[in-house]
């Protein structure tokens, strides 16, 4: 398995390498939420073979606040689960990440994102669900999207994913590197190194 740390251009790419690649899984790290669900958005809506996907959620009341920022609009006012939406160019559906996790699901779509991750990885009932409901994707590619990435808990999902992207946009602006400066010390002062 690869990981790559990348800045946005080369992780884009390296998206669309991927979507493009016979690898099925990739796991999308960087220590800011918002930028890597925009990135992974961006490489979807740039890509003209995707044209369906599901988002994988853990609660549907969650998805405006989640992705309206990163889309720029409020385009997700009231999403219900299980119907169609436009999304970075694709026809989009949201479903429940701990439903029906024993199920099979995403026959005939092109791409399973399963966002937010970081959740699941404190809890073991709520990682082995989730690890279920990730082997019953029958979706083509399944991207697995982390947030407030502070740790080196992911490492957890690296033996079920086939390639791991860091994005990197601590470089973005200034508010993006004193975040990063900040988080760099914290990890410091607590005698850790980061993450990635």
């Known amino acids: ?7 946005i251009r080369q992780f884009l790419e390296a998206v669309s390498s991927f979507l493009k690649s016979n690898k099925t899984t990739l796991l999308v790290r960087g220590f800011f939420m ?15 073979n995707l044209k369906t996907s599901i ?41 429940k990440r701990n439903q029906n996790v024993n199920c099979d699901f995403g026959f ?3 791409l399973a994102v399963f966002y937010p991750v970081q959740n699941v990885l404190f809890e073991e009932s709520d990682f ?9 994707s029958k979706a083509d590619k399944n991207i ?3 947030t407030n990435d502070y740790s080196r808990r992911a490492e957890k999902l690296y033996q079920f994913v086939d390639e791991v992207l860091v994005l990197d946009t ?14 760099a010390e914290n990890f410091k002062r607590d005698g850790k190194d980061l993450p990635y």
């Open 34 to 48: 918002q930028d890597n669900l925009k990135a992974v958005l961006e490489a979807m809506k740039e890509d003209d």
């Open 144 to 146: 697995l999207i982390m």
């Open 1 to 7: 398995m690869k990981l790559q740390k990348l800045e």
């Open 170 to 183: 601590s470089q973005l602006d200034e508010k993006h590197s004193e975040k990063a400066k900040q988080l």
């Open 108 to 110: 005939g779509i092109d």
């Open 55 to 95: 988002f994988v959620t853990g609660n549907i009341s969650e998805v405006p606040r989640l992705f309206n920022e990163p889309l720029g609009q409020k385009i997700l006012k009231r999403p219900k689960l299980n119907t169609s939406y436009r999304l970075a160019g694709t026809t989009t559906q949201f479903i």
């Open 128 to 136: 082995n669900k989730f690890i279920s409901k990730l082997h019953h």
